[in-house]
């Protein structure tokens, strides 16, 4: 039995989901990390937990991407906290 049309996004709303929760969530994670050791003095332990934390960050912000029913909102959301993060980076320079 196919899936029911209206519960299925369009091919184009589906690109710009997988693009978000690849490419977004990848550098939201990054730039994320990037502000926190900016912010932090004690760099050692970040770096070792960086490891882990990135992975399961990125994956949340995919999974997030792929729940969102529109995929301009999401991609909105990730360059904004992208913009965010970089200026904190910024700032702590």
């Known amino acids: 039995m196919p899936a029911n049309k209206k519960h ?3 091919p184009s709303q589906r690109i710009l ?3 978000a929760g690849l490419l977004g969530g990848f550098f939201v994670t990054i730039f994320f990390h990037n502000a926190l050791g900016s912010v932090l003095e004690q760099k ?3 770096i070792i937990t960086t ?4 992975f ?8 997030l991407a ?10 909105g959301l990730y ?3 992208t913009l965010v993060f970089a200026g904190i980076i910024f700032l702590n320079k």
């Open 8 to 10: 299925l996004s369009s």
């Open 17 to 19: 989901k997988i693009t």
């Open 44 to 46: 050692g332990a970040l």
């Open 51 to 54: 490891a882990y934390t990135s």
């Open 56 to 63: 399961l960050m990125w994956a949340g912000l995919m999974v």
């Open 66 to 75: 792929f729940l969102s029913k529109n995929g301009w909102k999401i991609w």
């Open 79 to 81: 360059l904004l906290l």
